[in-house]
Protein backbone atom coordinates (compact mmCIF):
# COMPACT_ATOMS: atom_id res chain seq x y z
CA UNK A 1 0.00 0.00 0.00
CA UNK A 2 1.42 3.61 -0.90
CA UNK A 3 2.51 5.69 1.67
CA UNK A 4 -0.33 7.81 2.66
CA UNK A 5 -0.89 11.76 1.46
CA UNK A 6 0.22 13.88 4.08
CA UNK A 7 -2.27 16.77 5.80
CA UNK A 8 -0.83 19.77 6.75
CA UNK A 9 -1.99 22.43 8.73
CA UNK A 10 -2.48 23.83 12.41
CA UNK A 11 -5.75 25.91 12.00
CA UNK A 12 -8.13 25.50 13.96
CA UNK A 13 -10.82 24.98 11.60
CA UNK A 14 -8.37 22.29 9.49
CA UNK A 15 -7.61 20.29 13.02
CA UNK A 16 -11.31 20.23 13.88
CA UNK A 17 -12.04 18.64 10.62
CA UNK A 18 -9.31 15.88 10.64
CA UNK A 19 -9.96 14.74 14.25
CA UNK A 20 -13.81 14.39 13.31
CA UNK A 21 -12.96 12.33 10.49
CA UNK A 22 -10.29 10.23 12.63
CA UNK A 23 -13.42 9.66 15.00
CA UNK A 24 -15.48 8.85 12.37
CA UNK A 25 -13.16 6.27 10.77
CA UNK A 26 -13.43 3.36 13.28
CA UNK A 27 -17.26 3.12 12.63
CA UNK A 28 -18.53 1.12 9.86
CA UNK A 29 -21.08 4.15 8.46
CA UNK A 30 -21.13 6.01 5.34
CA UNK A 31 -19.68 9.59 5.58
CA UNK A 32 -20.21 12.53 3.41
CA UNK A 33 -16.72 15.17 2.84
CA UNK A 34 -17.98 18.70 1.77
CA UNK A 35 -15.67 21.35 0.63
CA UNK A 36 -14.77 23.49 -2.37
CA UNK A 37 -12.41 22.06 -5.37
CA UNK A 38 -9.02 21.68 -4.05
CA UNK A 39 -9.76 21.89 -0.43
CA UNK A 40 -8.33 17.97 -0.13
CA UNK A 41 -11.61 15.77 0.36
CA UNK A 42 -9.92 12.72 -1.21
CA UNK A 43 -7.21 12.94 1.35
CA UNK A 44 -9.83 12.99 3.93
CA UNK A 45 -11.26 9.84 2.29
CA UNK A 46 -7.94 8.25 2.21
CA UNK A 47 -7.18 9.13 6.13
CA UNK A 48 -11.17 8.00 7.17
CA UNK A 49 -9.96 4.62 5.33
CA UNK A 50 -6.71 3.84 6.70
CA UNK A 51 -7.66 4.57 9.93
CA UNK A 52 -10.28 1.92 10.04
CA UNK A 53 -10.64 -1.80 10.26
CA UNK A 54 -10.57 -1.63 6.88
CA UNK A 55 -7.32 -0.43 5.99
CA UNK A 56 -5.56 -3.75 4.33
CA UNK A 57 -8.80 -3.49 2.19
CA UNK A 58 -8.89 -2.16 -0.90
CA UNK A 59 -9.49 1.79 -1.82
CA UNK A 60 -11.93 2.39 -4.58
CA UNK A 61 -12.11 5.73 -6.20
CA UNK A 62 -14.49 6.80 -8.70
CA UNK A 63 -15.28 10.41 -9.94
CA UNK A 64 -19.05 10.24 -10.44
CA UNK A 65 -18.59 13.61 -12.90
CA UNK A 66 -15.95 11.97 -15.18
CA UNK A 67 -18.47 9.54 -16.66
CA UNK A 68 -21.23 10.05 -18.77
CA UNK A 69 -24.82 9.38 -17.40
CA UNK A 70 -24.89 6.04 -19.03
CA UNK A 71 -22.06 4.37 -17.97
CA UNK A 72 -22.24 5.52 -13.92
CA UNK A 73 -24.42 2.33 -13.72
CA UNK A 74 -22.45 0.18 -15.36
CA UNK A 75 -19.18 1.34 -13.79
CA UNK A 76 -20.58 1.07 -10.32
CA UNK A 77 -22.18 -2.06 -10.37
CA UNK A 78 -20.98 -4.23 -13.03
CA UNK A 79 -22.87 -5.42 -15.94
CA UNK A 80 -23.16 -9.13 -17.70
CA UNK A 81 -22.02 -10.34 -21.75
CA UNK A 82 -24.68 -8.34 -24.05
CA UNK A 83 -25.76 -6.20 -21.27
CA UNK A 84 -25.38 -3.08 -24.05
CA UNK A 85 -23.93 -2.46 -27.69
CA UNK A 86 -20.01 -3.09 -26.42
CA UNK A 87 -20.86 -5.23 -23.32
CA UNK A 88 -18.55 -8.24 -25.08
CA UNK A 89 -17.61 -9.76 -21.54
CA UNK A 90 -18.88 -10.00 -17.79
CA UNK A 91 -17.36 -6.76 -15.41
CA UNK A 92 -17.27 -6.43 -12.32
CA UNK A 93 -18.24 -2.90 -10.74
CA UNK A 94 -16.51 -0.65 -7.82
CA UNK A 95 -18.77 -1.85 -5.53
CA UNK A 96 -17.88 -5.29 -6.45
CA UNK A 97 -14.08 -4.09 -6.22
CA UNK A 98 -14.26 -2.39 -2.98
CA UNK A 99 -15.81 -5.47 -1.02
CA UNK A 100 -14.58 -5.64 2.35
CA UNK A 101 -12.93 -2.45 2.26
CA UNK A 102 -13.85 1.41 1.14
CA UNK A 103 -15.32 3.09 -2.17
CA UNK A 104 -15.23 6.98 -2.54
CA UNK A 105 -17.68 8.65 -4.63
CA UNK A 106 -16.21 11.92 -5.39
CA UNK A 107 -18.73 14.35 -6.99
CA UNK A 108 -21.42 11.60 -5.92
CA UNK A 109 -24.01 14.97 -6.49
CA UNK A 110 -23.82 14.60 -9.96
CA UNK A 111 -25.34 10.93 -10.08
CA UNK A 112 -28.65 10.37 -12.23
CA UNK A 113 -31.37 9.79 -10.33
CA UNK A 114 -31.48 6.35 -11.51
CA UNK A 115 -28.22 5.67 -9.82
CA UNK A 116 -28.95 7.14 -7.05
CA UNK A 117 -31.81 4.47 -6.33
CA UNK A 118 -29.68 1.60 -6.78
CA UNK A 119 -27.15 3.17 -4.38
CA UNK A 120 -29.90 3.84 -1.94
CA UNK A 121 -30.38 -0.06 -2.35
CA UNK A 122 -26.79 -0.71 -1.92
CA UNK A 123 -26.28 1.30 1.08
CA UNK A 124 -29.29 -0.26 2.56
CA UNK A 125 -28.95 -3.37 2.74
CA UNK A 126 -25.38 -4.33 0.86
CA UNK A 127 -26.66 -5.87 -2.30
CA UNK A 128 -26.65 -5.06 -6.02
CA UNK A 129 -27.56 -6.56 -9.29
CA UNK A 130 -25.29 -5.95 -12.52
CA UNK A 131 -26.49 -4.61 -15.12
CA UNK A 132 -28.09 -7.33 -17.38
CA UNK A 133 -28.64 -9.64 -14.62
CA UNK A 134 -31.44 -10.58 -11.75
CA UNK A 135 -28.60 -12.08 -9.83
CA UNK A 136 -28.69 -10.92 -6.19
CA UNK A 137 -24.81 -9.33 -4.86
CA UNK A 138 -24.00 -9.09 -1.66
CA UNK A 139 -21.12 -6.80 -0.65
CA UNK A 140 -19.56 -5.32 2.63
CA UNK A 141 -17.86 -1.74 1.70
CA UNK A 142 -17.84 1.50 3.57
CA UNK A 143 -18.95 4.07 1.54
CA UNK A 144 -17.60 7.51 1.61
CA UNK A 145 -19.14 10.16 -0.57
CA UNK A 146 -17.58 13.78 -1.60
CA UNK A 147 -18.89 17.00 -3.43
CA UNK A 148 -18.62 20.75 -3.36
CA UNK A 149 -22.40 21.07 -3.61
CA UNK A 150 -25.40 21.81 -1.08
CA UNK A 151 -26.93 18.39 -1.09
CA UNK A 152 -29.85 19.48 1.46
CA UNK A 153 -30.26 22.09 -0.99
CA UNK A 154 -30.15 19.72 -3.84
CA UNK A 155 -32.95 17.65 -1.84
CA UNK A 156 -35.12 20.73 -1.59
CA UNK A 157 -34.55 21.19 -5.45
CA UNK A 158 -35.73 17.85 -6.16
CA UNK A 159 -32.22 17.38 -7.55
CA UNK A 160 -31.09 14.62 -4.91
CA UNK A 161 -33.24 11.84 -3.09
CA UNK A 162 -33.99 12.63 0.84
CA UNK A 163 -33.88 9.06 1.61
CA UNK A 164 -30.55 8.41 0.29
CA UNK A 165 -29.08 11.48 2.00
CA UNK A 166 -30.17 10.34 5.15
CA UNK A 167 -28.52 7.48 4.77
CA UNK A 168 -25.18 8.72 3.43
CA UNK A 169 -25.28 11.74 6.10
CA UNK A 170 -24.28 9.71 9.27
CA UNK A 171 -21.25 11.95 9.70
CA UNK A 172 -20.56 15.45 7.52
CA UNK A 173 -17.48 16.42 7.45
CA UNK A 174 -17.02 19.86 5.90
CA UNK A 175 -13.21 21.82 5.00
CA UNK A 176 -12.33 24.19 5.32
CA UNK A 177 -11.52 26.78 1.84
CA UNK A 178 -7.96 27.66 2.18
CA UNK A 179 -8.79 31.25 2.55
CA UNK A 180 -10.19 30.58 6.10
CA UNK A 181 -6.87 28.88 7.05
CA UNK A 182 -4.51 32.00 6.89
CA UNK A 183 -2.30 30.59 8.82
CA UNK A 184 -1.58 27.32 6.76
CA UNK A 185 -0.36 29.13 4.04
CA UNK A 186 3.37 29.64 4.43
CA UNK A 187 3.41 25.47 5.77
CA UNK A 188 1.60 24.55 2.83
CA UNK A 189 3.73 27.07 0.17
CA UNK A 190 6.87 26.22 1.61
CA UNK A 191 5.90 22.36 2.13
CA UNK A 192 5.50 22.59 -2.15
CA UNK A 193 8.09 24.83 -2.54
CA UNK A 194 10.63 21.86 -0.89
CA UNK A 195 9.26 18.82 -3.02
CA UNK A 196 9.50 21.02 -6.39
CA UNK A 197 13.29 21.74 -5.45
CA UNK A 198 14.03 18.32 -5.03
CA UNK A 199 12.09 17.53 -7.90
CA UNK A 200 14.27 20.27 -10.14
CA UNK A 201 17.70 18.94 -8.89
CA UNK A 202 18.00 21.93 -6.28
CA UNK A 203 20.17 21.06 -3.27
CA UNK A 204 18.05 22.97 -1.18
CA UNK A 205 15.02 25.50 -1.41
CA UNK A 206 16.10 29.04 -1.20
CA UNK A 207 12.85 30.66 0.36
CA UNK A 208 10.85 33.08 -1.51
CA UNK A 209 11.13 36.98 -1.56
CA UNK A 210 9.13 39.12 1.17
CA UNK A 211 6.75 40.54 -1.55
CA UNK A 212 6.13 36.75 -2.86
CA UNK A 213 5.51 35.78 0.71
CA UNK A 214 3.28 39.05 0.92
CA UNK A 215 1.67 37.80 -2.24
CA UNK A 216 0.64 34.37 -0.97
CA UNK A 217 -0.62 35.89 1.89
CA UNK A 218 -3.19 37.77 0.32
CA UNK A 219 -4.37 36.52 -2.62
CA UNK A 220 -7.83 34.28 -2.26
CA UNK A 221 -7.21 31.62 -3.72
CA UNK A 222 -10.50 30.31 -5.25
CA UNK A 223 -8.70 26.70 -6.56
CA UNK A 224 -7.63 26.29 -2.86
CA UNK A 225 -5.01 23.76 -1.94
CA UNK A 226 -4.91 22.75 -5.46
CA UNK A 227 -4.05 26.34 -7.07
CA UNK A 228 -1.50 26.93 -4.23
CA UNK A 229 0.71 23.66 -4.98
CA UNK A 230 0.52 24.62 -9.13
CA UNK A 231 1.21 28.47 -7.97
CA UNK A 232 4.17 27.38 -5.89
CA UNK A 233 5.66 24.76 -8.23
CA UNK A 234 5.27 27.33 -11.33
CA UNK A 235 6.94 30.16 -9.58
CA UNK A 236 10.30 27.80 -8.82
CA UNK A 237 10.23 26.53 -12.23
CA UNK A 238 10.23 29.52 -13.75
CA UNK A 239 12.57 31.69 -11.84
CA UNK A 240 15.16 28.71 -12.48
CA UNK A 241 17.75 30.28 -9.68
CA UNK A 242 18.49 27.75 -6.87
CA UNK A 243 20.35 30.48 -5.01
CA UNK A 244 18.22 33.64 -4.89
CA UNK A 245 15.23 33.31 -3.02
CA UNK A 246 11.95 33.30 -5.40
CA UNK A 247 11.31 36.55 -6.84
CA UNK A 248 7.82 36.18 -8.92
CA UNK A 249 5.04 34.61 -8.73
CA UNK A 250 2.40 33.77 -11.65
CA UNK A 251 -1.11 33.44 -10.09
CA UNK A 252 -3.05 33.24 -13.70
CA UNK A 253 -0.66 31.35 -16.10
CA UNK A 254 -2.97 32.81 -18.72
CA UNK A 255 -2.18 36.42 -18.39
CA UNK A 256 -0.12 37.88 -21.59
CA UNK A 257 -0.25 40.56 -23.29
CA UNK A 258 -0.90 38.40 -26.47
CA UNK A 259 -3.79 36.78 -24.73
CA UNK A 260 -6.72 35.64 -27.18
CA UNK A 261 -9.75 38.41 -26.26
CA UNK A 262 -12.70 35.51 -27.14
CA UNK A 263 -15.94 36.48 -26.56
CA UNK A 264 -15.62 34.44 -22.98
CA UNK A 265 -12.57 36.64 -22.19
CA UNK A 266 -13.32 39.22 -19.46
CA UNK A 267 -12.08 41.68 -21.29
CA UNK A 268 -14.54 41.46 -24.17
CA UNK A 269 -17.84 41.48 -21.73
CA UNK A 270 -19.79 44.32 -22.05
CA UNK A 271 -19.56 47.08 -20.20
CA UNK A 272 -22.23 47.34 -17.48
CA UNK A 273 -24.97 50.32 -18.45
CA UNK A 274 -24.26 53.19 -15.57
CA UNK A 275 -28.31 53.38 -15.27
CA UNK A 276 -28.95 49.34 -14.62
CA UNK A 277 -26.90 50.08 -10.40
CA UNK A 278 -27.85 52.69 -8.24
CA UNK A 279 -25.46 55.49 -8.35
CA UNK A 280 -23.59 55.55 -4.67
CA UNK A 281 -25.11 58.68 -2.62
CA UNK A 282 -22.95 61.66 -3.21
CA UNK A 283 -20.85 63.42 -0.94
CA UNK A 284 -21.43 67.05 -0.23
CA UNK A 285 -18.97 70.03 -1.77
CA UNK A 286 -16.06 70.51 0.98
CA UNK A 287 -17.56 73.91 1.24
CA UNK A 288 -20.95 72.80 2.14
CA UNK A 289 -19.47 70.62 4.87
CA UNK A 290 -20.77 71.42 8.38
CA UNK A 291 -19.88 68.33 10.27
CA UNK A 292 -16.19 67.50 9.78
CA UNK A 293 -16.41 64.43 11.34
CA UNK A 294 -19.60 62.41 10.05
CA UNK A 295 -18.50 63.72 6.20
CA UNK A 296 -15.22 62.49 6.81
CA UNK A 297 -16.68 59.16 8.29
CA UNK A 298 -18.88 58.76 5.41
CA UNK A 299 -16.18 58.77 2.86
CA UNK A 300 -14.01 56.36 5.09
CA UNK A 301 -17.17 54.23 5.08
CA UNK A 302 -17.43 54.66 1.27
CA UNK A 303 -13.71 53.51 0.81
CA UNK A 304 -14.63 50.55 2.99
CA UNK A 305 -17.27 49.37 0.91
CA UNK A 306 -15.51 49.97 -2.16
CA UNK A 307 -12.45 48.01 -1.11
CA UNK A 308 -14.35 45.36 0.25
CA UNK A 309 -16.55 44.96 -3.03
CA UNK A 310 -13.38 45.13 -5.52
CA UNK A 311 -11.67 42.53 -3.07
CA UNK A 312 -15.00 39.95 -3.21
CA UNK A 313 -15.61 40.91 0.37
CA UNK A 314 -11.85 38.93 1.35
CA UNK A 315 -10.47 40.49 4.42
CA UNK A 316 -6.85 40.17 4.15
CA UNK A 317 -6.45 41.17 0.73
CA UNK A 318 -8.90 44.39 1.56
CA UNK A 319 -6.58 45.30 4.43
CA UNK A 320 -3.47 44.91 2.28
CA UNK A 321 -5.09 47.01 -0.83
CA UNK A 322 -5.65 49.65 1.80
CA UNK A 323 -2.29 49.60 3.16
CA UNK A 324 -4.13 48.55 6.68
CA UNK A 325 -3.50 45.17 9.26
CA UNK A 326 -6.02 42.64 9.61
CA UNK A 327 -6.45 44.10 13.09
CA UNK A 328 -6.99 47.74 11.86
CA UNK A 329 -9.29 46.92 8.73
CA UNK A 330 -11.42 44.58 11.79
CA UNK A 331 -11.67 47.71 13.64
CA UNK A 332 -12.59 50.25 10.88
CA UNK A 333 -15.00 47.81 10.20
CA UNK A 334 -16.76 47.35 12.97
CA UNK A 335 -16.85 51.02 13.80
CA UNK A 336 -18.75 51.39 10.58
CA UNK A 337 -21.24 48.68 10.95
CA UNK A 338 -19.82 47.00 7.92
CA UNK A 339 -18.31 43.08 9.65
CA UNK A 340 -22.01 41.05 9.21
CA UNK A 341 -21.19 39.58 11.91
Known amino acids: MAA ?3 LIGSSSSFLDAVERASAAAALNRPVLVIGERGTGKELIADRLHRLSPRWSQPLVSLNCAALPENLIDAELFGYETGAFTGAQRARAGRFEDADGGTLFLDEIGTLSSQAQERLLRVVEYGELTRLGSNKVITVDVRLVGAT ?3 LPGMVARGR ?3 DLLDRLSFEVITLPPLRERAEDI ?4 FHFARRMAA ?3 WPRFPGFAPRVQEQLATWHWPGNIRELKNVVERALYRWGDADRPVGQLVIDPF ?4 RPQGASSPAAAPAPVASEAPAAPSLPPPEQVSDLRCAVAAYEKRILEAALERHRHNQRRT ?3 LGLSYDQLRHALKRHGLLGE
Open 319 to 321: ASA
Open 148 to 150: NED
Open 186 to 189: DELA
Open 160 to 162: FRA
Open 199 to 201: ELG
Open 4 to 6: PAQ
Open 255 to 258: ESPW
